[in-house]
């Protein structure tokens, strides 16, 4: 090592990591969904790391954008004051079809009776369901499954 080079060693710790799942159900998006543009729905305050959030909907996008047509807009928002975080997030919007079996692509056997699901649904609320139906788990390919040793209630 010559004399114009210097030694540098560092010490980093590992960022510390949480992991959360919200469900944001809007009801009666009939009454939200011709909001003007910029107006927004708001999430409760959750916490994740200690600190809080929220999710913020906009039905009809955050800014006026020369694009026509359904334009839904969807943003995490730190509330926390005074603070600086990194978060990565993965959002989804569900469009549920309540009552209809259109789309529906997997069944549920539960003491003999039939329960009729969507896995788009599923997976968005689940990260089990997520591993199972779209990983490396033989489920992925099933058309239903049936649960052992329970019963419908």
């Known amino acids: 090592m010559g004399s114009s080079e210097k030694r540098v060693s560092r010490y980093a ?3 510390k990591s949480d992991k959360a799942t919200l469900s944001f159900e809007i009801t009666n998006y009939s009454t939200v969904k011709n909001m003007a543009v ?22 009809n996008g955050a800014k ?3 694009i026509t047509g359904s334009s839904n807009t969807v943003y995490l928002e730190f509330l926390t004051k005074n603070r600086k975080v990194r978060a990565t997030y993965d959002i989804r919007l569900v469009k549920q ?10 069944t549920f056997i539960v003491g003999g009776e039939k329960i009729a699901a969507h896995k788009f649904v599923l ?11 779209f990983g490396e788990m033989m489920e992925k390919e099933a058309q239903s499954l049936t649960i052992e040793d329970m019963q419908l209630a």
């Open 13 to 15: 710790k590992k960022p």
């Open 38 to 59: 910029g107006k927004f729905v708001r999430s409760p305050t959750f916490a994740v790391g200690g600190y809080d959030w929220a999710i913020r909907f906009y039905p």
């Open 64 to 66: 006026k954008q020369q």
């Open 97 to 106: 079809a309540t009552g209809s079996r259109q789309g529906v692509d997997l």
């Open 123 to 133: 997976v968005a609320r689940s990260s089990v369901f997520e591993t199972e139906l």
